[in-house]
């Protein structure tokens, strides 16, 4: 069974500073999601990482993939207030669809001025 | 953009009532799924359709039953809601092998 850990589960961070939200995945996969998600709605797509060595960026939001540590990681830069959500990872197992994506249980940032 | 809409935002049901989740989606996509989301615990998935007609259960199915009776549209069946049902659920809808489109939830509560 895949398990999906994210650390921290509660993060709060002040304008400007810079954190890592980490990922850790059991078995192996080489397919990796980030969603953020606001109070009250539903979940927006972020990043999709498809191989080992898969960074992606997006404004202060970098995403990378490291599938022999089976880790991901979501750094921060500078953060904003507008960061503030709460921020899901997802994995597809190797080698099959990703109809069963297993999530982390969510990572809720608080961007404090 | 992909759109997946939901039927209702908010929903009070009483218990043992049979429920109806709607969910629809504009861009053809093969693949629709329904979870659940409850604080501590993330989203599990309750069922998933890759076809018309075709489903699959997830990983918490029991007390619930599925309808894909066209492409765009999948349906959530609470046959006999109970407390334990009180969620919010949300549809989401892909293509085979990217990642997924959430619609805006549905939030159930079962008195």
């Known amino acids: 069974e895949l398990k999906v850990e994210q650390n921290p589960l509660f993060l709060s961070m002040q304008e400007g500073k810079n954190y890592t939200i980490y990922c850790n995945y059991s078995t192996t996969s080489d397919r990796l999601y980030w969603y953020r998600q606001d109070p009250g709605k539903s979940l927006e797509s972020l990043f999709v990482l498809l191989s080992n060595g898969a960074v992606k960026q997006e404004g202060r939001l970098m995403a990378s993939l490291d599938t022999k540590a089976r880790l991901s990681t979501l750094h921060i830069t500078a953060a904003v207030h507008d960061l503030s959500a709460t921020y899901f990872c997802?994995?597809?197992?190797?080698?099959?669809?990703?109809?069963?994506?297993?999530f982390g249980k969510g990572t809720l940032l608080t961007v404090n001025p | 953009d992909v759109k997946v809409t939901q039927s209702s935002r908010y929903l009070v049901k009483r218990t043992g009532e049979k429920v109806f989740l709607e969910c629809v989606q504009d861009m053809d996509h093969e693949n629709m799924f329904w979870y659940r989301q409850d604080p501590g615990l993330g989203l599990r998935l309750i069922y998933f359709s890759y076809d018309v007609k075709m489903k699959e259960k997830g990983d918490i199915p029991e007390g619930y039953s599925v309808s894909r009776e066209k492409k765009e549209r999948f349906s959530l069946i609470l046959e006999s809601a109970s407390t334990n049902q009180t969620s919010m659920y949300l549809c989401?809808?892909?293509?085979?092998?990217?990642?997924?489109?959430f619609g805006p939830g549905t939030r159930l509560t079962v008195t």
């Open positions: 989401a809808s892909s293509l085979a092998g990217t990642g997924k489109h």
């Open positions: 997802a994995v597809a197992p190797s080698g099959g669809s990703n109809y069963k994506l297993t």
